[in-house]
């Protein structure tokens, strides 16, 4: 799908409409402290930033380093502090900055790599630690048999926690993982709620007292900057909120834990229909 | 659950304080406004209207209840802070020792305060 | 690290500023300042009032002592602080207990923020906030006492 310029033949997405600076966080393991580079690129309409960084690598540093993958806002690999706000790389586009100056830093709460690539152990560390899994005392979960029954209203009390593509800006935006260390951060606890809130899963108990312990919920004060940040629309601070209100219920024992999604029954009264085959018999030995 | 009960008291706190330091602060410092209501008093910082203050059994319980209840929220909230800039486990233990002394301290402080003026 | 730590947190300045966000954000940073304010003072306070067990030549004393206007604008401050911090804290105790935030949706281009419902109920309490600091400075300032 291309616009084309009448007089000039080019097509509308080649046409530079702009030139701005680039101003570049630079530092490289070794060096006392980092420092910005400026970089000067011409922009056409539509480019992201992160076009922008293929540009001057493929121009004028070939030394920039940065994290990216699918350059469609699925993979959660580009996330930087661009212009003072933490964003995707490539879901940010240059003229919308409306700025001349691009300030592109790696995102703060996270040590640097290199350049603008963040390490985000700690991230996936505390992902890790809310067990973000279903858990189910049955043999269900090993040995599936039938899917589990859910109801489209139950689905949407969770399902917009998991659109979450663990790209880390949240944890940028937050103030209380700017100087706490421990705390579980607003992703960890969104999907901690993504998880208590899931109907199939029965496991709330144990990843309450891990969320609703003293590094978790109760260190959110609802500055409310992480769900402003998520390119997703997550909204974690929602889903840490709605864990808050399910710690106190449990703890003042004014909620049940409820039980878990049933698994679907043989389905009874169901014929094939005729002229249809039966599926070939399986190759691989179920255990 | 500690915590979270923890957490629901420094609320439950905040609601007491919202009520009882509005009608505390009404008193104090907005005596116009509440003289053209019909209520209010005088001169709310002078020995007389103090006195008068103290020998009411509603205002000693009620200044005493904020008491506990200012001190409850406001050192927890103190404890949250510097929890936040993360110290080690020792710290923390000391921290939350000094605080919960402080706060039985000026509690027994301010009770027996509160009693000795109504008493005399 | 280039960012300042093993763990590369910004420290300190992320309570404060860190980048171009919502009013709640910085709602945040301001609840804190007042809330620190608020508790240096009540425990001064509780001293200060305690002396009225003392009796009426203790009391007066203190008193004498806190009416120099320095003093007059602290307490001014501490009534700010607080009108401030009780009004956007019943916004806290709504919010932080999942009430007035709307339900989970499905997130669907523009994404809807939660705690952006709160913002007519955020902007309602600081005005409401306003004119109690101006009846309050009412009576510090123009009031003879």
Known sequence: ?287 | MREATLWTLHLAAGVVILVFLSIHMGIMHLEDVLTALGTGYRDALGWASVVMRNKQLYFTITYVILLAAALYHGLYGLRNILLELGPGPTAVRVIQGILILLGASLFVLGTIAAIAAYVR | MANGSQTGQIGLRGWVYAGRFGLERYAYTLHRITGLGLLLYFLMHIFVTSSRALGQAAWESVMGFLSHPIFRIGEFLVYVAFAYHALNGVRLILGELGLGLGNPVRPEYPYPIAHRRQRPLFLALMIISGILILAGGWDFFVTKH
């Open chain 1, 1 to 287: 799908m291309c616009q084309w310029n009448e007089h000039s033949g080019q097509a509308l997405s080649d046409e530079i409409v702009r030139e701005v600076v680039f101003r570049v966080q630079r530092y490289s393991p070794g060096q006392d402290r980092p420092v910005t580079r400026e970089y000067r690129v011409p922009v056409t309409r539509g480019m992201t930033v992160l076009d922008g960084l293929h540009y001057i690598r493929d121009n004028l540093d070939a030394t920039l380093s940065y994290r990216f993958s699918c350059r469609m806002g699925v993979c959660g690999s580009c996330g930087m502090y661009i212009n003072s706000f933490p964003r995707l790389a490539c879901q940010t586009q240059i003229l919308e900055l409306n700025s001349d100056l691009v300030d592109v830093r790696p995102m703060p709460n996270y040590p640097v790599v290199k350049d603008l690539v963040p390490d985000l152990s700690q991230l996936f560390a505390k992902h890790r630690e809310v067990q973000p899994f279903i858990i189910r005392n049955e043999q269900e979960l090993e040995h599936p048999t039938a899917e589990f029954l859910q109801k489209p209203e139950e689905l949407l009390r969770y399902l917009q926690f998991t659109y979450c593509i663990k790209c880390g800006l949240c944890l940028t935006a937050c103030p209380t993982v700017a100087t706490d260390p421990r705390y579980l951060g607003p992703q960890a606890l969104a999907q901690s709620y993504r998880y208590c809130a899931d109907t199939r899963d029965a496991g709330a108990e144990g990843r309450l007292r891990i969320a609703a312990g003293r590094d978790g919920v109760w260190r959110c004060h609802l500055a409310g900057a992480c769900s402003e940040a998520c390119p997703k629309g997550v909204d974690p601070a929602l889903g840490i909120q709605l864990l808050k209100r399910l710690a106190v219920l449990r703890a003042l024992s004014l909620k049940k834990p409820h039980s878990p999604a049933p698994v679907a029954g043989k389905r009874t009264g169901v014929e094939r229909r005729p002229g249809i085959p039966q599926p070939p018999p399986p190759t691989v030995e179920s255990r």
